[in-house]
Nanobody, 124 residues
Framework: QVQLVESGGGLVQAGGSLRLSCAASGRTSSSYAMGWFRQAPMEGRECVGAIDWSGGITYYAHSVKGRFTISRDNAKNTVYLQMNSLQPEDTAVYYC?????????????????WGQGTQVTVSS
């Protein structure tokens, strides 16, 4: 079993930045692909970024490309999401997820482990 704990969420003004962290523990593996998802009220869960086991392949949703950066430190079992130029439409609960194989995917159903989420609120 793998446990994921997100941190770094909060309230920020439009144009500001936040850095989310996701610490993995338990039966972790550096070969897991990782993803960051978000879910706003009354909306589905959207993949905003995903990264393969090596960090060499990344995916970004069109809405965040150029503003968000996903990265990982396998030595620390931690994945990060640097969010810049935040806008009110970025307001959501952000979740970290792990997938028990190498490949990047945006489909929530293919991820095996999930964190509890961290709230990000962007004020205008």
């Amino acid at each position: 079993q793998v446990q994921l704990v997100e941190s770094g969420g909060g309230l920020v003004q439009a144009g500001g930045s936040l850095r989310l962290s996701c610490a993995a523990s338990g039966r972790t593996s550096s070969s897991y692909a990782m993803g960051w998802f978000r879910q706003a009220p009354m909306e589905g869960r959207e993949c905003v970024g995903a990264i393969d086991w090596s960090g060499g392949i990344t995916y970004y949703a069109h809405s965040v490309k150029g503003r968000f950066t996903i990265s990982r430190d396998n030595a620390k079992n931690t994945v990060y999401l640097q969010m810049n130029s935040l806008q009110p439409e970025d307001t959501a609960v952000y979740y970290c997820a792990a997938k028990r194989d190498y490949d990047v995917t945006i489909l929530p159903s293919l991820y095996d482990y999930w964190g509890q989420g961290t709230q990000v609120t962007v004020s205008s």
